[in-house]
């Protein structure tokens, strides 16, 4: 599949490649034209129709069919109809007189006459009304004719997406001439507001491509008083080839100068593909911080900002890829700079389904880290093989220097399978880590685990799978810090686990409304994990694994995994399944509830003799909750919670979700999470009436009581246009934006901001 035929198909042919708004149009019109009548020429070019008409006589001698009243033709998915149709093998031409009406799927055209010669290829639709149903696009002309393969005619030619007979806009002309893959050119193009012309240009040349094509993008525009001032960013797309494009961005802010930008997009069949973006600019603006001394600032002069990011992946087979994730920026300020408008905000979309515009994090001010990756990752039937090279960029200090940096990272993971023609099984993980930083303790680290278990069915009701892994530890630090811990070393420690686990279930009858039945599922789970005592005093503190087979699955143990743990830890989840009869009878399920919580508790923890240092003993470990609700679509509950009995709540997560079928919404979030973060986040939207709709959001931070964000907008929006206005105000940023949208044309947006 070819790059612009892929990026139609994930992307619904969005991003508009023309010129303008008009070239745009001028094509749809040609592309509708070719629908409908190469249509008609297969129509006629394949005999036997299925034809009906109140009289239908053949001419033998002239090999003519001639149809009259009423006359109806179907082929395909297509149906021709008008008072009275002829064809004519031996000139090769059909005809349609009289409310001729061709429908191809859902596109239409109508005229008082419609010709086609079957053998040049040429033909002509007279008082010519075309539906284009993809765009929702209304193409009128007093004729449209196809004057050669290639080229085309029309005479008043005009393009709408509204329904009325005097449409709120429309894009008009007094003829315009097309030829395919070449150029076309309009006369009089105007454009309209109920007929009255508010834009005029006597000759207006476009490029006639169906394909992609090379041309401008809508532009940016916006002005910030103190930060940015005028902003203007213009894109022009260049189509480099079928497998290829690239865009370029040019951008002009008035207070800090030019920043230069490019993407290239490129599509080597369904094997390769990927995105490079790079961007620079002489930053000349000012800028003076010292609320954070670790990243304070003082820019006099002129600054060099540049970024660039870089996605490629290459599939060999089924089971086995190369993915490369690189992103950098010049200084930690660089998105915070420019978080009001940025590639990465742009093309931020995290759900993965568009492989070009798949920027994984929102590149704002509130971003934290950067993490490059290269990944190569292999699979086989029962283990999978991973190899990384990661870098992470902190953006809360000035240097990076004391950031640990992974390259490479080695994991072997081995799934649980049977050991040999025996009741017992087995599963492998192996990593080797060389972490490196240019001050601190670095070096490599080795860690493989086996573990055997044997799962046992107990009465068909129980589950009980005993374990036991072997895990070793060897580590070698190549630094040149003074200490008298050994650089080499090596630990050799196993953990014994038995896990105990059911699942109960009862189906209830309720028929409530459209639920027959409700499925309720109760699924405990408790583990119990012993780690004998082992010496971790020589440890590198760069062991910071990600995860470990000791910890227990569904507990939060502190502490590092060669510690000794003496732990028992539980689970306990409850769902609830309807099954929904709809009006046509048909069945479906709905997991409408499920509730989880898990805790751990250390027995040695438990033991512990306080008066040795007359700290109280604090056994469990955080309550953990979850929690989804969604009976039916106009409500969702979703929470995320850890509660600590010797404190209180450690993390919070809420969010709530009410809507309505006529599309009114509201949306109410709380993010807590001890000693560092509280927040809550309100948003509503009100359908005021059917052409105005009205959007509140509101963001505090509670933690240090300051606002966050507060956004005011109203909408009022037609069949085919919209007009927004909305009001946004931060602790540093006063913005007003006005977006106009016309259906089938794209939006412009009008921003001016106050800081």
Aim: hydrophobic share 35%; glycine share 6%; with cysteine.
């Amino acid at each position: 599949m070819r790059i612009h035929r892929f990026i139609k198909k994930i992307t619904g042919g969005r991003k508009e490649y023309s010129a303008s708004s008009e070239l745009w149009i001028c094509q749809l019109i040609v592309v509708l034209l070719i629908t409908v009548l190469t249509s008609f020429a297969r129509a006629a070019e394949n005999l036997p129709l299925s034809i009906q008409a109140d009289m239908i006589h053949y001419d033998k001698t002239l090999d003519l069919y001639h149809a009259q009243g009423n006359v109806s033709l179907s082929y395909e998915d297509a149906l021709l109809s008008a008072d009275d149709v002829e064809l004519d093998s031996t000139n090769h031409t059909a005809s349609a007189r009289g409310n001729a009406f061709l429908q191809v799927g859902d596109d239409t055209l109508r005229g008082e006459k419609i010709i086609f010669n079957m053998q040049d290829k040429t033909g002509a639709a007279h008082q010519a009304d075309a539906f284009y149903a993809r765009n929702h696009f209304y193409i009128r002309g007093d004729k449209i004719e196809k004057t050669g393969d290639n080229t085309y005619f029309i005479q008043k030619p005009s393009a709408t997406t509204c329904n009325h007979a005097c449409p709120d806009w429309s894009i008009a002309g007094s003829e315009m001439k097309v030829t395919i893959e070449g150029y076309g050119l309009m006369k009089d193009a105007k454009f309209l507001t109920k007929g009255f012309p508010v834009f005029y240009i006597p000759y207006l040349p476009f490029p006639a491509k169906t394909k992609r094509q090379t041309g401008l993008i809508l532009p940016y525009l916006s002005y910030s008083r103190d930060r940015d001032g005028v902003d203007i960013e213009i894109p022009f797309f260049w189509a480099v080839s079928d497998q290829m494009d690239a865009t370029f961005y040019q951008r002009y802010m008035g207070k800090r100068g030019f920043k230069e930008g490019a993407e290239l997009r490129y599509y080597w069949g369904d094997h390769s593909r990927g995105t490079l973006y790079g961007d620079f600019m002489e930053d000349k603006l000012h800028v003076t911080e010292t609320d954070d001394a670790a990243i304070s600032r003082d820019w006099s002069g002129t600054h060099r900002r540049w970024s660039y990011y870089l996605h490629h992946q290459t599939n060999v087979g089924s089971q086995f890829y190369v993915r490369t994730d690189l992103k950098k920026v010049s200084d930690p300020w660089y998105f915070k700079d420019f978080r009001a408008h940025n590639f990465y905000l742009t093309n931020y979309d995290d759900s993965a389904e568009d492989v070009f515009k798949n920027v994984a994090f929102q590149g704002d001010a509130s971003l934290r880290y950067l993490i490059s990756s290269v990944r190569l990752n292999k699979s086989w039937a029962h283990y999978n093989l991973t190899g990384l090279l990661n870098y992470t960029e902190d953006f809360a200090t000035a240097h990076n220097a004391q950031t640990l940096q992974n390259f490479p990272a080695i994991v072997l993971t081995g799934v649980k399978q049977p050991l040999f023609r025996t009741p017992f099984y087995y599963e492998l993980t192996g990593s080797y880590d060389y972490l490196a930083r240019d001050k601190g303790e670095t070096g490599h680290f080795v860690d493989v685990a086996p573990a055997i278990s044997l799962p046992a069915d107990v009465y068909g009701y129980f589950k009980l799978t005993p374990q036991i892994t072997f895990k070793e530890t060897f580590w070698s630090r190549d630094d040149h810090q003074s200490d008298l811990r050994a650089k080499t070393d090596d630990r050799t420690v196993f953990n014994a686990s038995v896990s105990f686990s059911s699942q109960l279930s009862r189906v209830f009858d309720v028929n409530v409304n459209h639920w027959e039945k409700i499925r309720h599922e109760i699924k405990p789970e408790l583990i119990y994990s012993y780690v004998p005592d082992v010496s971790a005093d020589d440890v590198p503190d760069y062991y910071l694994p990600v995860a470990s087979p000791f910890i227990l699955p569904m507990a939060t143990l502190p502490g590092n995994p060669l510690e000794k743990q003496n732990a028992v830890g539980w689970s306990l989840t409850n769902t609830l399944t309807a099954r929904v009869k709809d009006a046509d009878g048909a069945h479906s399920y709905l997991e409408f509830l499920r509730l989880k919580l898990f805790q751990s508790y250390d027995i040695d923890e438990a033991k512990r003799d306080v008066t040795e240092n007359d700290v109280r003993r604090k056994p469990f470990s955080d309550l953990g909750l979850e929690c989804d609700l969604s009976p039916n679509r106009y409500l969702s509950f979703k929470a995320r919670s850890r509660y600590n009995f010797y404190d209180s709540w450690r993390q919070n997560t809420l969010d709530l979700r009410f809507k309505d079928g006529r599309g009114d919404a509201l949306a109410v979030g709380y993010r807590h999470t001890a000693d560092f973060l509280e927040e809550i986040h309100f948003g509503l939207k009100a359908v005021m009436n059917r052409h105005i709709d009205c959007a509140l959001v509101s963001k505090y931070d509670l933690e240090n009581s300051r606002r966050i964000e507060n956004s005011l907008g109203f909408t009022y929006h037609r069949q085919c246009w919209s007009l927004g206005l909305e009001l946004t105000e931060t602790d540093q940023d006063v913005r007003f934006m006005l977006r106009l949208s016309l259906a089938g044309l794209g939006k412009t947006d009008t921003v001016k901001a106050i800081e």
